[in-house]
C-alpha cells in the first residue's frame, strides 16, 4: 500500500522535481476547517524523481511512496536508538557501571549520538532508499485540495 500526497512542483531539475506540500493537522478534514482559527496548516518542499519530462512548475502532481519505505526511515530514526539506548542503559546499569546511575546514564545518552554520527556517511545512500515519485494528477476532483 503506497503513501500519497498531492502537491504542485515548485521547481525541476533533470528528473528530480521539488513539490509543495499541505501539511495538516488531524482537523484538516473537517467541514469548518476553512472557518476555524485553529486550523494548523504549514507547507513543506518535498524533492521527487519522475520520468515525465512534461512536468513543469506549476503542475498538480501525486507524490508516491512504498509504505515499507516510511517503516523503514522510522526503525532506523525512531526505533532502532531507542532500543540502543535503553540497552545500553541496562548493560551500563548492571555490568559497567552497578549503582553508579549517572555515569551509566551519561553512556546511555552518549550511545545515540554515536549511532546518528555513523549514520553521516551513508546519508547519501539513504536518500536514495527513501525518494518520492511524482506523477502527473489529472483529476480536477482530487486537486481542489492542493495547495
Known sequence: MPVEHAGHIKERRG?????????????????????CLAENKSEAIIEAITDDHSLRPGDAVM?????????????LAYIFPLVLLIG????????????K????????????VVYYCLLLPFKRHLAST????AS????????????
Do not use: M
Open 15 to 35: 528528473n528530480t522535481v521539488y513539490v509543495r506540500i499541505a501539511q495538516q493537522s488531524a482537523c484538516g478534514s473537517c467541514e469548518a476547517s476553512g472557518h
Open 63 to 75: 507524490l508516491t511512496a512504498h509504505k515499507h519505505t516510511g517503516l523503514k526511515a522510522v526503525f
Open 88 to 99: 545500553s542503559l541496562i548493560g551500563s546499569l548492571t555490568l559497567l557501571f552497578p549503582g
Open 101 to 112: 546511575e549517572t555515569i551509566a546514564a551519561l553512556l546511555a545518552l552518549s550511545v545515540p
Open 130 to 133: 527513501f525518494r518520492f515519485k
Open 136 to 147: 502527473a494528477l489529472t483529476d480536477t476532483l482530487s486537486s481542489t485540495n492542493l495547495p
